[in-house]
């Protein structure tokens, strides 16, 4: 089995561990890891974030890329005013309007922007619409943290 465990510290004692794997018999993924286990005592779900900014304005109409980047670094600034970290989320969703192939690439860079070398595990979602005809990327995460 592959995987790391990433331990944080409070005061001195271990409080919250994820160990994200990837099992023999399943393909190790460039961006993000087969199986999260995670141990804590607080959890934080961060709602679907898309690309509006503090205003509410839409960021990126027509360019998927730059909507990714957006509702990416909301998701940071959500677990922020949480008080959780993007070390800590097992669980991301990541819904794409018209999902291509071609569109992971860029998807993949805003992700690696918030979480940098940090792989929790994901689902990638086509869908046909989301809340707002112009909108083509929502995200949401999970965190556990103490």
């Given at each position: ?35 999260a ?55 991301i ?23 940098g ?8 979602l ?12 929502e995200?949401?995460?999970f965190?556990?943290?103490?």
């Amino acid at each position: 089995m592959r995987g790391s465990r990433s331990t944080f510290l409070n005061e001195g004692v271990a409080s919250m561990t994820i160990e994200l794997m990837n099992p023999a018999g399943l393909s190790v993924p460039a961006s993000y890891s087969q199986v999260a286990v995670a141990t804590g005592t607080r959890l934080v779900f961060v709602a679907g974030q898309v690309s509006d900014d503090e205003e509410g304005n839409l960021v990126g109409p027509d360019d998927r890329a730059l909507q990714a980047r957006q509702a990416f670094a909301n998701v940071g600034r959500a677990l922020a005013a949480a008080g959780a970290r993007p070390d800590q989320v097992a669980r991301i969703t990541i819904y794409v309007v018209h999902h291509r192939p071609e569109y992971l690439p860029a998807i993949s860079e805003a992700r690696i922007a918030v979480f940098g070398d940090h792989r929790p595990a994901d689902v990638v979602l086509g869908v046909e619409a989301l809340a707002h005809p112009d909108l083509l990327i929502e995200v949401d995460a999970f965190a556990v943290v103490d």
